[in-house]
């Protein structure tokens, strides 16, 4: 199982990589987000969706290794000894509590900190200085949203802009401003102005003749400065447990019902895999793992709507957080009893030792027919 799961977690782990990092590159390109933040980003999402990943690996690791045991023709051997498919539930679980408590400390503390820390991220990049927003050779809009700014190219670490444009939005209309050069200035008080040489400025109504045009050598425009308030309006998503458990609403307890069910959801999902990796030596492994995949996506999605649920208020959190989990726990229940009846008609051994008898009587039906003959 440990094989299995290191194997299933490099595959999982490795897409999970790949799909962050084109998704966060795409935003950098985009001027969403800071391009020296990207490692930081990717490390951030890969925590955020680590429960998941941990989940589907124990899931898939224990049915993988039971499915074998049937298609080797182990299972047969472990029946005729006497023992019970019970007994695979202890070797299960000392391997999967461990990542069952992994799960839950992943989804109980280190999510929340890892979207507080991306959120942190993103708030700090989009409150900067406006000019440092600009990117050479695309538009940016302003903090305020009332200017917007494009320069062709960048010199001296960003306080030098080259052919600058620049379309500002007030009472009086629109203000264009073109240049050929801006630096970046203090003026020790705080304050941060773009001063333009050697351009032009166009005031008016967009539609109206009356335009207003002037050339100037030196034109100083006021940039707006922010100081970054961080956490001032956190999501739900990334606030800790503990602030959750304090401010109960149906947001935060939607929130607290996803973080608690992640756990839950492993060690279920673990031990279906005991009765679910029944499988015909003769036959192929693929349908079971298909049925694991369409298991393991439906739970999920049905959790997801519980909390959406009480979400949106229609749910109380405490019927919603159970009842689900307890159908699981009483579906995983109703297979082990199937498969511990052995006289039951559809039993694993019941099923194998039939397909033996047959293939050693196809075997034996030219012998049997030569006998006849003779």
Known sequence: MASSAGATFTVLFTVLVTWTLISVLGKAAGGKVASSDVLALIGFAVLNYLPTILILTTFISVLAAVTRSYRDSEMVVWFASGMSLARWIRPVLTFGLPMVLLVGTLSLVVTPWAKLKSTEFVERFQKREDLKRVAPGQFRES??????????????????????????????????????????ESDG???QYLVLSNGRRYQGVPGQADFQSMEFERYSMRVATQVPVLGTDVPTSAMTTPQLLAAPNQFT?????????????CLILMLLAIPLGFVNPRAGSSANMILALLIFFTYNNLVKLIEASVKKGRMDFAMAWWPLHLAAALAVLALFAWRLNVNHRYHPLVLINAWKRRRHFKGALPAIHKAEAE
């Open 143 to 184: 903090s305020s949203a009332d200017r917007v700014f494009f320069v062709e190219r960048s010199t001296e670490g960003a306080t030098v802009v080259q052919n600058v444009f620049v379309n500002s939005v007030d009472g009086n209309g629109h203000a264009i401003v073109v240049a050929k050069e801006g630096v970046i």
């Open 189 to 191: 008080r705080g304050g």
């Open 253 to 265: 307890l939607s929130e607290l019902l996803g973080r608690v069910s992640q756990p839950i959801v």
